[in-house]
C-alpha cells in the first residue's frame, strides 16, 4: 500500500491570504492528485501533478488559485491563494499505486 | 457533463440485514467502477471495484454492475455498526483507469445494534 501525509492537518486562516499544503507518499507514483471535498459535498478533483510538467487542471479551477509544485516523485504542494470563505474546506492528495487509488487524511482549511 | 448520482440517505438498517447501496452514471463508455467508504472525519478508502457486468464478492461486500442500465450497486451483508459511513460510488472521467475520479455525493449508511 501506499502511505500519504499531509502538512498541516487542518489550519484556520483569514481572508486575502495563502495557505501551502504539502503532500508526502511513501513511494515513487508518476501522478498524483488534489481533490476537494466541500462540507456536506463529495469530492472534486481540483488538478493533477506529474513530476517535470505543469499540473493539469479540471474545469473550474485555475493556475492563479491553486498552484501546484511537484518536485519529484514523492512530493507535491498545493497553494490555495487569495482565500476565501469559500475557500473552506478538506484538500486531499491523492496517488494511484499498484492498481489502487489512496488517499491522504486530508488538510482542513477554515478561511474567516 | 459527466455524472454519478447516489441517494444521499441516511440509509439506516439493523444489524446483521443487508444493506444495498445504489449509483446511477451518465457516461455510457464508463468501464470502471469503485465502490469508496469514508469513515466521518477520515480519508475515503476503496473498497470495491467492478469492470465487468454481473456481480463480484469480496467477503461481506457484493459489487453489481449493470452496463445497459448504467447501475452500479454495493451490497453488504450481515451489516455490523462498524460498517457505518458514507460510501461512494466513482467512475473514471474520460474513460480512463483510476486517479481522475468523478463521486457522487454519497450514501451515509447508519447500522444499529
Known amino acids: 500500500s501506499a502511505v500519504i501525509s499531509q502538512k498541516p492537518s487542518r489550519d484556520i486562516c483569514q481572508r486575502g491570504t495563502s495557505l501551502t499544503i504539502q503532500c508526502q507518499v511513501d513511494?515513487?507514483?508518476?501522478?498524483m492528485f488534489w481533490y476537494r471535498q466541500q462540507p456536506g459535498q463529495s469530492l472534486t478533483l481540483i488538478a493533477t501533478?506529474?513530476?517535470?510538467?505543469?499540473?493539469?487542471?479540471e474545469s473550474g479551477f485555475v493556475i492563479d488559485k491553486f498552484p501546484i509544485s511537484r518536485p519529484n516523485l514523492t512530493f507535491s504542494t498545493l497553494t490555495v491563494s487569495n482565500m476565501s470563505p469559500e475557500d473552506s474546506s478538506i484538500y486531499l492528495c491523492s496517488v494511484v499505486y499498484t492498481d489502487t487509488q489512496y488517499f491522504g487524511p486530508g488538510t482542513r482549511l477554515t478561511v474567516l | 457533463q459527466k455524472e454519478v448520482e447516489q441517494n444521499s440517505g441516511p440509509l439506516s438498517v439493523p444489524e446483521g440485514a443487508i444493506a444495498s447501496l445504489n449509483c446511477t452514471y451518465s457516461d455510457r463508455g464508463s468501464q470502471s467502477f469503485f465502490w469508496y467508504r469514508q469513515y466521518s472525519g477520515k480519508s475515503p478508502e476503496l473498497i470495491m471495484s467492478?469492470?465487468?457486468?454481473g456481480d463480484k464478492e469480496d467477503g461481506r461486500f457484493t459489487a453489481q454492475l449493470n452496463k445497459a442500465s448504467q447501475y452500479v450497486s454495493l451490497l453488504i451483508r450481515d451489516s455490523q455498526p462498524s460498517d457505518s459511513a458514507t460510501y461512494l460510488c466513482?467512475?473514471?472521467?474520460?474513460?480512463?483507469?483510476?486517479?481522475?475520479?468523478?463521486f457522487g455525493k454519497g450514501t451515509k449508511l447508519s447500522v444499529k445494534p
Open positions: 513511494s515513487q507514483v508518476t501522478m
Open positions: 501533478a506529474n513530476q517535470g510538467s505543469e499540473a493539469t487542471y
Open positions: 467492478i469492470y465487468s457486468n
Open positions: 466513482a467512475v473514471p472521467r474520460g474513460g480512463g483507469s483510476q486517479g481522475n475520479l468523478i
